[in-house]
């Protein structure tokens, strides 16, 4: 009877460690396609919240920090008009989340509309009762590229 009640006991708290990860992996899938929504919006004030303060941002033509990706946001000199999620993964230890986007990217650049299949991977870090972004990478796949789960 003990072992049964062990058993059950530890069934029940591996159960509720697995809903508060998939709880907290849709809430960082949320925040992410938000973000996606903000930067098509140009919504600085709500992205300056999000972005940690010693964020990096790594595109096609360079990489820089925050108040450079807030500034090109704000200007429209990069608008990130839509960007159509195919795929999404999450990945949380602790107090930290890689999420992985399989995107096609509809950007207003240079004058012109460029659509282009990237992979973005994004660093979050949960602190206090919000997360904050510390880094998003942009890579150029192919449109038959798949992200591992």
């Known amino acids: 009877m003990k072992k049964v009640l062990i058993a059950l006991l530890l069934t029940l708290m591996s159960s509720s460690l697995l809903l508060a990860q998939s709880t907290t992996e849709q809430e960082i899938k949320q925040l992410s396609m938000d973000k ?61 989340a890689i999420v992985w986007n399989r995107i096609t990217l509809t ?26 972004m510390l880094a998003l990478t942009f890579s150029s796949v192919r449109d038959t590229h798949e992200i591992s789960h």
Do not use: C
């Not at 919504?43 to 500034?71: I, N, T, Y």
């Open 36 to 96: 996606w929504q903000w930067m098509a919006d140009k919504d600085v004030a709500k992205l300056e919240r999000l972005f940690d303060d010693k964020a990096k941002f790594v595109h096609m033509s360079g990489s820089w920090k925050k108040d450079r990706e807030l500034e090109i946001i704000e200007s429209g000199s990069i608008w990130y008009k839509k960007a159509d999620v195919h795929d999404t993964a999450v990945e949380i230890s602790g107090n930290t």
């Open 107 to 132: 950007a207003f650049v240079r004058g012109t509309d460029v659509v282009t299949e990237f992979t973005v991977t994004e660093a979050y870090q949960k602190r206090g009762e919000d997360w904050k």
